[in-house]
């Protein structure tokens, strides 16, 4: 069994019929806040458990979720020092899971030698192996004199050994008494795979390291997101979704790290021996952090996907990331492929937000439509204050002689989307005006007061609205969270579908070539993507509204 560094958050907790679930409350969402990132908060609702006075044998999971907690949140002191207590509870079925972490917490605080006494006292097979490719991710980097003056006690260590192995190779020259040392550590049978993560390997879980800016704006902790922070909403969809997987049986270990928009901090997280183990990275979502990830991944053979961009421009240079969503150069190929298939006329209108995405969009769709034959008669970015002056330049009432035979919308924003909803319900127009399919979400929409229905949406990951799947999705997400899942909040939710769909113990984890395997596949909640021979979704369906229900055209 691979991976149990994950262990750290995923041992189960031990609860007996003689504690009342009102008492189990607080600790149930302790374990959920660790979940979320929110460490400081869990630790604090943990510490009434602590008393194994009044909760006996569950005080023993508190303390170790506790430490866990403090140990996730960089507070290596203290959770050494909470777990000393239990590395003598002798009889204490879970001592192993606490060496373990033990040995952990001691290497990040530098104390190297009591973490390899720690693993050395380690019972279980699977485990000792997962601490020895710790001992190797801290110890690569150790002294000659450190490693060669402990070898007889930790000679049982491969992680160790193969570190010393690495160290005195490194070296010009060697001196006699290392030279016996280095045929010593050569003859040693050291296991494929401590320095680098198995891939030939079919491992029993699927690891995710979800790395999302989920304080984006500086704030500090998970009990200061607003219930409208869309990294949060994102990361609550893929939970979910990952949850009834395991739910049923499908094994994915999910762990999330908070970069906060800071280089520094995503330093630390690459840092962690979770990302020397993790089959995918995804996110972070912003330019300045995917550059740092996706350099990493690259350097470590791991698919690194970007969960919410369309940008793809700083991504050509690499082999191993990923855009869950289309690209800008694949929305503008599938817009153009259903105009030149459905449409007549050759005159486009352009209007766009002053958004990265819809500038390059803008950008590109127009070089492209140039190079099919057709006539750009507008390209303007706009705002809420002059797009009603774009449209009017352009003629599109019924009556009139319009400049354009299509118009494109480049937008996400509400405040561009509501005067051209004013406009249309005002006047009578007949060209057809694509727009993103973000404007379906909009609650001041209502397309049945358009008295013609030309508004066409262009698919961008578009969800299948009136599904049962979705249904039961709302369903389970306002059960979960006391609120109904916002458009990120399905995103993230077939995301963690489309993870263990493409990566898994029977296809394999080469996500290249499951990609490539695959092609079309309809997503949980989705229409579905389409990655084949692609780094991004390449699926752009166009929707119509008809009598109220979503067509694809």
Sequence with gaps: ???????????????????????????KRAKTLIGYGNYKEAMGLLVPYMDDTKFGELSKYATYHFAHAGYLNNQFELAS?????????????????????????????????SALVAISEIKDANLFKEAEKASYIFLKNESVSFLTSNLSKFNANQGFMQALKEKLESQTIMSTDEKAIYNQVKSA?????????????????????????????GGSGVNNLNAHNFIFELYQGLKLGVDELNKNGKKVNLRSFDSARNPEKLKQILADPFLEIADIIVGPVYPEETEIVAAFAENNDIPFINPLSNVDEKFEAYDFAYLFRP??????????????????????????????????????????AVKLGYQIVANKSVNEKDIRTFFSNLNVSRNSNPKADMVFVFSDDPNIASPIFGLLESINVDLPIFVMDSWLYFNFANYEMLENQNLRFIGNNAVRLES?????????????????????????????????????????????????????????ISYGTNFQNSKNNRYIPIFKLEDGVLIEK
């Design 327 to 368: 690209s800008v150069s694949s929305i503008s190929q599938g817009l153009m492929d259903f105009s030149r298939k459905n449409l007549e006329g050759k005159r486009i209108a352009i209007a766009y937000s002053g958004a990265t995405r819809d500038e390059l969009l803008s950008k590109q769709t127009a070089e492209l």
């Design 1 to 27: 069994m691979r991976s149990l560094l994950l262990l750290l958050i995923l041992i189960p907790v031990f609860v007996t019929n003689t504690y009342a679930q009102d008492n189990l409350a607080n600790y």
């Design 468 to 524: 049962p799947e979705v249904e039961n999705f709302k369903n389970g997400f306002y059960k979960q969270f006391n609120t109904f899942p916002s458009f990120n909040a399905h995103l993230g939710y077939d995301l963690a579908y489309w993870l263990h769909e493409s990566i898994n113990v029977n296809e394999g984890f080469d996500l290249r070539k499951n990609l490539d395997k695959k092609g079309f596949r309809k997503g949980k």
């Design 189 to 217: 049978k050291i296991e494929d795979g401590i320095a680098k993560k198995e891939k030939n390997k079919n491992p029993q879980f699927l690891d995710v390291a979800v790395i999302l800016p989920f304080n984006y704006s």
């Design 81 to 113: 020092t909470s777990l000393k207590p239990l590395l003598e509870v002798k009889s204490w079925r879970k001592l192993d899971d606490a060496k373990y972490l033990y040995a952990l917490a001691n290497f990040q605080k530098k104390d190297n030698l």
